[in-house]
């Protein structure tokens, strides 16, 4: 912990230290009509699902799901000088096919112990929003 707390001492005394940002000439800071920005994450998928009958599966243990790279894209466009509307995309999809290591009833089916199954995680989540810039 005296590490975290040391990097947040320097940061806060440099924030406190540092001029403010000014526009030259009196111009605003924000000058831009459309900004496009994307941010890069990793996706970490775990959890498990009731088959019914003879127990769960789990996404890591049985399906070997792990850590894959995914971005999330931003539009941002300023309407007026604080007024923004913001629309987001985050694509999180992956797939893996495995041969069981366990008998799983899942709705009403049987695999047996041996079996070749897939699993597909998808989902598509749009976002939009709005924001109001009240520090400038």
């Known amino acids: 912990m005296p590490f975290k707390t040391g990097v947040l001492t320097v940061f806060l005394l440099w924030l ?3 001029p ?12 831009y009509r459309w900004r496009l920005t ?3 994450w990793f996706s970490s998928p775990t ?8 127990g769960t599966f789990d996404l890591t243990r049985d399906f070997g799901f792990g850590n894959y790279s995914t971005f999330t894209g931003t ?3 300023r309407f007026k000088r604080k007024h923004h509307l913001l ?10 096919r495995t041969t069981l290591s366990k008998t799983i009833e899942f709705q009403g089916v049987t695999y047996d112990v041996g079996t070749s199954v897939g699993a ?3 989902s598509l989540a749009f976002a939009p929003g709005y924001q109001y810039d009240i520090i400038r």
Do not use: Y
Request: charged share 20%; aromatic share 10%.
């Open 16 to 18: 406190m230290t540092s």
């Open 38 to 40: 994307g941010v890069w």
């Open 75 to 77: 539009a941002d466009w």
């Open 47 to 54: 959890g498990s699902f009731n088959g019914g009958g003879s």
């Open 120 to 122: 597909e995680i998808k």
């Open 87 to 96: 629309f987001s995309v985050s694509p999180v999809t992956n797939s893996r």
């Open 20 to 31: 403010p940002a000014r526009a030259q000439d009196g111009q605003d800071l924000d000058v």
